[in-house]
């Protein structure tokens, strides 16, 4: 697949992403802002979870990224869409590949890809 991009507007912040690839029901995106301001999503062709705003200067560890992110935004957004019908697959960022992460995934998704393999 080739690489598009698009732009939308996201409250105050006109926000670009780009698309990577498409595998099964599978999308992956970077969503592109300024440096000041870190976003994260969930993808899939089923949908899009809504935008995650990181405050400025917050560390992503693996427990902002279990508890929060995946615990609080992620997956109840995630199920909504898909229900318990869907593969959770992430990439190998430190925070991501944690043990606790790895358990607390293998816990709560019905399907789990582990960065560890």
């Known amino acids: 697949m080739e690489l598009k991009s698009r732009s939308f507007q996201y409250g105050k912040y006109r926000l670009a992403y780009l698309l990577h690839g498409v595998t099964g029901n599978d999308v992956m995106a970077t969503v592109m802002v300024s440096a000041t301001v870190m976003v994260s999503v969930a993808v899939s062709i089923l949908g899009i979870t809504k935008l995650v705003f990181i405050e400025h200067g917050l560390k ?5 990224y279990r ?5 609080q935004h992620f997956l109840p957004a995630i199920h909504s869409i898909a229900g318990d019908f ?12 944690a043990g606790d992460t790895v358990k607390f ?13």
């Open 60 to 64: 992503v560890n693996n427990a902002y």
């Open 86 to 97: 869907f593969t959770f697959q992430q990439d190998n960022a430190p925070a991501l590949r």
């Open 67 to 71: 508890d929060v992110l995946l615990g």
């Open 105 to 117: 995934l293998s816990r709560n998704t019905p399907d789990f890809m582990s960065p560890l393999l």
